[in-house]
């Protein structure tokens, strides 16, 4: 059976905001914790993941292009950081190819990643959606020491032609192939959320909440220089260790339980569909990251769906590749969001999406089986009548 021809990411479980409001996670140092509870730094931490991390950029948007590489659930991440478990694309935008002329040449380790992105960056068509100024956004989680821009890219070996993903460890001996070439391929980052950072902070809520006594203490005896942060640390300590054998069970149940439902609800879907190579649209929350060295990113995935690309020859122009991605994401932006329970819907509806739906609502649009077999006319509609 083939696979469908696209796939609805569930997960969205974050949200944006915009750049004045980003704040990176308090610090745990010597001098903060004595006067911060370790609450309180969960308490931060889970803000920062869920509802502080990603700065807005322009709502929902759409890419085309070509999955060059999966990050599967927990890819580089060990211990607590798989409290993560995003799966995640990586899709070079369309018109650019994976390939030897337009991003290789060099020996291993690259050189050529900051020129590579610029030549997407600057191709008139999509390039913009990963084009960021780290001087013009806040300081990251992770910034690089010269904090220079440092694009996302997936590292391509081209052996005699054949591109593929490179990863060091798995074939250390590449390099000392002088046949091979490597080439940083720039790329969009593509987030589909998994739900463990979610469900771990709302089971350890009530937890932290007891613990920091729900800021009554601060409230009460935080005029105190120094000696009244210092006491409201000690108390929260206290009881959080108090709680703690409470803590650890709702901290592995949620984290099991999210797990489970992962697989089968949001990430696990995705992550069955998508295939390396896979020319695909994706439309979800553009968005800066600044939970690492700060990139522009689609995150969290609402819709990824198959498409046939264009011949890239000679003779597709600029204008013939921006024309194909605007009618195709025009095209997607006119399709409302799902609807909740309530009837509202999960993002904010444009005016040519609440078009679309109020279409759909129509009693002529509702068959389920074929317009024939349980589909209706238009009231004002009068049925042709047979010539006998």
């Known amino acids: 059976m ?22 990176n996670p308090k610090s745990v140092d010597l001098g903060s914790v004595f006067s911060t509870g370790f609450a309180t730094f969960a308490e931060d931490g889970c803000d920062y993941l869920l509802g502080r991390k ?8 759409c890419a085309i292009g070509t999955i060059v590489q999966i990050e599967p659930v927990g890819h580089h991440k060990a211990g607590f950081d798989a409290i993560d478990n995003d799966f995640c694309v990586n899709l070079l935008l369309f018109p650019h190819q994976a390939n030897e002329r337009e991003f290789g040449g060099d020996p291993y380790p690259t050189q050529n990643r900051v020129a590579n992105w610029q030549k997407v960056t600057s191709d008139g068509i999509q390039g913009t959606l990963i084009l960021h100024d780290s001087n013009n956004m806040p300081q990251p989680a992770g910034p690089r020491p010269d904090r220079s821009d440092k694009p996302y890219s997936t590292t391509y070996i081209f052996r005699g032609g054949q591109p593929s993903p490179y990863v060091l460890e798995e074939d250390p001996q590449a390099p000392n192939d002088p046949l091979n070439t490597f080439g940083e391929v720039p790329v969009l980052h593509c987030e589909c959320e998994g739900s463990r950072i979610y469900m771990v902070c709302k089971a350890l809520e009530p937890y932290l909440d007891i613990a920091r006594l729900g800021g009554g203490c601060r409230a009460a005896i935080d005029w105190i220089p120094f000696a009244g942060d210092a006491i409201c640390a000690l108390i929260e300590d206290v009881i959080l260790l108090a709680l703690s054998p409470l803590i650890w069970m709702a901290f592995l149940n949620a984290w099991l339980e999210a797990q489970a439902f992962d697989e089968d609800f949001t990430t696990g879907p995705v ?28 995150h969290p995935v609402h819709v990824m769906m198959k498409v046939v690309l264009p011949t890239r020859t000679a003779g597709l122009t600029t204008d013939m590749a921006r024309s194909f991605v605007q009618r195709w994401c025009g095209l997607v932006a006119q399709v409302p969001p799902p609807i909740r329970p309530n009837g509202q819907p999960v993002t904010v509806i444009t005016p040519k999406q609440q078009d679309t739906y109020n279409r759909q609502q129509r009693p002529e649009n509702r068959w389920t089986y074929h317009p024939d077999v349980d589909g209706c006319l238009p009231r004002d509609t009068k049925p042709e009548v047979p010539i006998v």
């Open 2 to 23: 083939s696979s469908p021809i696209g796939v609805s990411s569930r997960g969205r479980y974050t949200r944006c905001v915009e750049k004045s409001a980003y704040a």
């Open 54 to 61: 990603l700065v807005c950029l322009g709502g929902v948007r």
């Open 271 to 298: 992550k069955r569909w998508a295939e390396l190579n896979e020319s695909v649209l994706v439309t979800g929350e553009w968005v800066w990251d600044g939970g690492h060295q700060g990139w522009n990113e689609i």
